[in-house]
């Protein structure tokens, strides 16, 4: 059960929240992931194209897609006045194509998605999300530290901003 708990605030990260309240329901909070980025896949490389790939990943906007697809799922959503939302470009594009401008964004840096510095292995070619994969998964258990914040100050983090 914990290890479902870490995955999914993995996943909230990469997501936004929208929360609805009216007078007559409970408040609802439903997480929605941001749309796909306008970037080529990127095939295999070294860790230096991965780190390239993911600061681009981090930068880019997203492709178009039609809202209704999301919306439809999403009850009276309409009523929606306030979006959570991480601060990457991504998730605010992926908020504004769904609800518009008629909705009160808020940005957090505690939503932004975990932010892993790419493990360097010289000369090695994988595919880049491999790379990815294995740069998140050390990073997570702290064998690869780097510079970045580590995984258990970004989980107290995420438990003080859900409090």
């Known amino acids: 059960m ?15 929240t929208v929360q609805i309240v009216s007078a007559d329901s409970i408040p609802r909070i439903y997480i929605i992931r941001h749309a796909n980025v ?3 896949k990127p095939g295999w490389g070294s860790a230096k194209k991965s ?3 993911k600061n681009a990943y981090n930068t880019v906007g997203i492709e178009t897609f039609n809202p209704e697809k999301a919306l439809h799922k999403i009850e009276n959503h309409a009523s929606i006045d306030t979006v959570f939302c991480s601060p990457q470009l991504r998730a605010q594009e992926t908020a504004l194509l769904l609800f518009s401008e008629d909705v009160i964004l ?6 932004i998605e975990f932010d892993y ?3 360097q292995i010289p000369v090695l070619q994988l595919p880049v999300k491999g790379w990815l994969a294995i740069s998140r998964i050390t990073w997570m258990t702290g064998i690869n530290r780097g510079k970045k914040s580590n995984y258990k100050n970004r989980i107290s983090s995420l438990n003080d901003f859900s409090d």
Do not use: A, H, R
């Not at 290890?3 to 936004?16: A, C, P």
């Not at 808020?106 to 939503?111: F, I, K, Q």
């Open 38 to 40: 306008d970037l080529p």
């Open 106 to 111: 808020e940005t957090d840096s505690v939503l």
């Open 2 to 16: 914990q290890k479902l708990y870490w995955v999914l605030q993995l996943i909230i990260l990469q997501m936004f």
């Open 117 to 119: 510095p790419v493990i």
């Open 51 to 53: 780190k390239k790939y």
